[in-house]
């Protein structure tokens, strides 16, 4: 019987060890697989980042480009300052808005367009500073926000 315990106990002592190192290399084998996500996902951030950089840049140059278009043409009306915005972008989804000195937005209906953020329009006529944001529209919708303050343009 001492041989059947020491036999039981031998068993029960390599299964013990068994889990044991079981679940070790599982707990190695969740940080391995956590610091990958990680890695991942500051990855996907960066490319992100990278991205919206190189998409605000280039809006950045077309805003600055129609404002330059905008001050040799000297537009009447809001039509014809949408005419010079269709020059020089391709896509649909961007809408063209101009604000007054008082930071009245309008589209190029004439109609208003609200902004949430309000900081934004402080920023660009009172501080006189480009401006880039992602913001949520009154609307609902969000947008990434690009603007760029110029001397005023009148007749319109």
Request: overall charge negative; some cysteine; charged content about 20%.
């Amino acid at each position: 019987m001492n041989k059947k315990m020491i036999i039981i106990a031998t068993v029960v002592l390599i299964i013990f060890i068994g889990l044991g190192a079981f679940s070790n290399s599982y707990k190695d084998l969740e940080n391995s697989i956590d610091d990958e996500r990680v890695q991942y996902i500051g990855e996907i951030e960066r490319q992100l980042v990278s991205r919206s950089v190189e998409i605000r840049d280039d809006i950045s140059s077309s805003l600055y480009f129609l404002s330059v278009l905008l001050k040799h043409d000297k537009p009447s009306s809001f039509e014809d300052a949408k005419l010079n915005f269709t020059k020089i972008t391709n896509t649909n989804k961007s809408i063209f808005i101009l604000v007054t000195e008082n930071g009245v937005c309008y589209n190029v209906s004439g109609e208003i367009f609200e902004l949430q953020n309000k900081a934004l329009l402080t920023t660009l006529i009172i501080d006189n500073k480009p401006v880039s944001s992602f913001e949520r529209l009154i609307t609902g919708q969000n947008y990434l926000i690009t603007a760029q303050p110029e001397s005023p343009i009148s007749g319109f």
